[in-house]
């Protein structure tokens, strides 16, 4: 089963007719490569990629830890397929501020959206995360930005949406390179 592979630099362009087969074999996977992280640039050494520190999701006193999506670090990419989820949602009330915290790293931008959760989409568990699949056929998503004032390796998120079930993703941007993450959201 795929969750991701590494691929060696970011934007490079795809091989023509890549799309129309998928019985390639990735160079590796991500999570034969890494571990968790847990501090700003984990797992970096020898025989070891970088990797994003883990990043978190409160809610007063409620935490989940992030699902990790595509990254990209020190000249080393890894494209993961779906949204990346958290392994459990956090329910929080309408309108409320939700406290993003980035693995103690200083982030130099970032920003946040959230995409509604429909009826026939699936959640995957994979060994480094969970992932959101949307159902096969289905529409375009919209993605709502939401509004986030960062300070340092923290960000205050207002969940200004409508009742419902949410993929919230945050995408973040520093010296090494950027990440996205993202949560899985029940708004009551």
């Excluded at 571990?35 to 989940?64: C, D, F, I, N, Q």
């Excluded at 992030?66 to 009330?93: E, H, N, Q």
Aim: aromatic fraction near 4%.
């Amino acid at each position: 089963m795929l969750a991701g592979i590494v691929l060696g630099g970011c934007g490079q362009a795809a091989t023509p007719g890549a799309e129309k087969t998928d019985d390639r074999k990735p160079m590796q996977t991500v999570s034969e490569t890494t571990g968790k992280g847990s501090g700003p640039l984990e797992g970096a050494g020898p025989g070891r990629l970088p990797e994003p520190p883990a990043s978190t999701l409160s809610y007063e006193g409620e935490t989940v830890r992030a699902g990790l999506g595509s990254y990209c670090l020190r000249s080393v990419c890894a494209d993961k397929i779906g949204i990346p989820i958290s392994d459990r949602a956090l329910t929080v009330p309408a309108g409320s501020v939700l406290t993003f915290e980035y693995g103690g790293a200083k982030l130099d931008s970032m920003s946040a959206g959230a995409e509604e959760v429909r009826p026939g989409d699936r959640i995957r568990k994979f060994d480094d995360g969970d992932i959101l699949m949307p159902e096969e056929g289905s529409d375009a998503r919209k993605t709502v930005r939401l509004e986030a004032r960062r300070s340092g390796s923290r960000a205050r998120i207002a969940a200004k949406m409508p009742a419902g079930e949410y993929a919230l993703t945050v995408f973040v941007r520093l010296p090494e390179g950027d990440a996205t993450y993202g949560f899985h959201v029940i708004v009551e």
